[in-house]
T-cell receptor, first 115, second 111 residues
Framework: AQTVTQSQPEMSVQEAETVTLSCTYD???????LFWYKQPPSRQMILVIR??????QNATENRFSVNFQKAAKSFSLKISDSQLGDAAMYFC????????????FGQGTRLTINP | DVKVTQSSRYLVKRTGEKVFLECVQD?????MFWYRQDPGLGLRLIYF???????EKGDIPEGYSVSREKKERFSLILESASTNQTSMYLC??????????FGNGTRLTVT
């Protein structure tokens, strides 16, 4: 079975600084998708960024980028120029390509932004 | 914009009660999911459905059942609520190959 591990329960960063959230996963599949979701206090799960495993180029969305290391099964999220609105729970998630569309989630990392 | 609506934001029930959590999506998505969120455990899949009247067990189906009589609606049923089912419940939907869209969650307390 696939598993996703986030080893940092909590992280904090100064406003305008850069922070990296870690995620590792375990799978025997070669084709899959990886995601980072953000959950602010409103509880709404928001898709931050998505990476297809067959693409070597790391995905980027404005201030959010990933470091995807397929061989190491690592998928970290870098947030640049941190803003107060980035404070939230962040979840890493995995989905195999094809078949059932279900996501497997990590335990989550609570990110605090210090003004 | 995709909208996934969960009928209750907060719910308090007594042990042994039958509990229904309702979820409706407005984008004609084939897939619908029920997750449970607990601190330190992340989101865990309870059940999912990829078509009307079709359902599959997720990782933690014990104590739960589901119903999908219409494409837009996916119900989670706790046949006899217990205190260990106190949790946040999140519903999601997706089209095939597309990211999941989530509702705002129902925080259920069983006393």
């Amino acid at each position: 079975a696939q598993t996703v591990t986030q080893s940092q329960p909590e992280m904090s960063v100064q406003e305008a600084e850069t922070v990296t959230l870690s995620c590792t996963y375990d799978t025997s599949e070669s084709d899959y998708y990886l995601f980072w979701y953000k959950q602010p206090p409103s509880r709404q799960m928001i898709l931050v960024i998505r990476q297809e495993a067959y693409k070597q180029q790391n995905a980027t969305e404005n201030r959010f980028s990933v470091n995807f290391q397929k061989a190491a099964k690592s998928f970290s999220l870098k947030i640049s120029d941190s803003q107060l609105g980035d404070a939230a729970m962040y979840f890493c998630a995995y989905r195999r390509s094809g078949g059932a569309q279900k996501l497997v989630f990590g335990q989550g990392t609570r990110l605090t932004i210090n003004p | 914009d995709v909208k996934v609506t969960q009928s209750s934001r907060y719910l308090v029930k007594r042990t042994g009660e039958k509990v229904f959590l309702e979820c409706v999506q407005d984008m004609d998505h084939e897939n619908m999911f029920w997750y449970r969120q607990d601190p330190g455990l992340g989101l865990r899949l309870i059940y999912f459905s990829y078509d009307v009247k079709m359902k599959e067990k997720g990782d933690i189906p014990e104590g739960y059942s589901v119903s999908r009589e219409k494409k837009e609606r996916f119900s989670l049923i706790l046949e006899s609520a217990s205190t260990n089912q106190t949790s946040m419940y999140l519903c999601a939907s997706s089209a095939m190959g597309s990211p999941l869209h989530f509702g705002n969650g129902t925080r259920l307390t069983v006393t």
